[in-house]
C-alpha cells in the first residue's frame, strides 16, 4: 500500500476498507456505518445523518464545516459575536450548541427547523454526506 488509491478505483480501495474494518473491531463503544463511513452509536444515528443530508437549506444559513479538532468553537464563537454586532450576551446566556448545532448529530439534526434565521450550524460530515440543497442556495459556509 505504498501508493494512495485513486478514487473510483473499488479494487484500489478495498484493501484500505478491510483495514479500516479490523480496526474498527477493535475499538470500544459501538459504531455504525452510514454510506460506508463508521459513526459512534448514541451521538449519531442513520435517521439523523440522513437528515442532515437531506436537509432543507435557507439562503441565510451559515454553516461552519471543518475538520474534528480544528478550531471549530473558536469560529462558532466568532461568528456569533458577528451575527449579534459584537453583544456578547447571546454567548453568555445561550449554550454552543444551541448556537450552532451539529447538523449530524441527534441532538442537533432534529432541532434544525427550529432555529431562528439566520442559523448558524456546525458540521464535521464530509461532502459526499454533506446537504446537498446547500449547493443550490446562498447559504454560506466557513470552512477550517
Known sequence: MD????PGNQAAWDPY???ISEIS???SGEYFRYKGILFPVGFYSPESISI??????QDDDIFIITYPKSGTNWMIEILSLILKDGDPSWIRSVPIWKRSPWCEVVMGAFSLPDQPSP???SSHLPIQLFTKA???SKAKAQTG
Open 52 to 57: 442532515a443530508e437531506n436537509s432543507e437549506v
Open 25 to 27: 473491531q477493535n475499538l
Open 17 to 19: 476498507e478491510k483495514n
Open 119 to 121: 442559523r448558524l450550524m
Open 134 to 136: 446547500f449547493f443550490n
Open 3 to 6: 501508493e494512495p488509491a485513486e
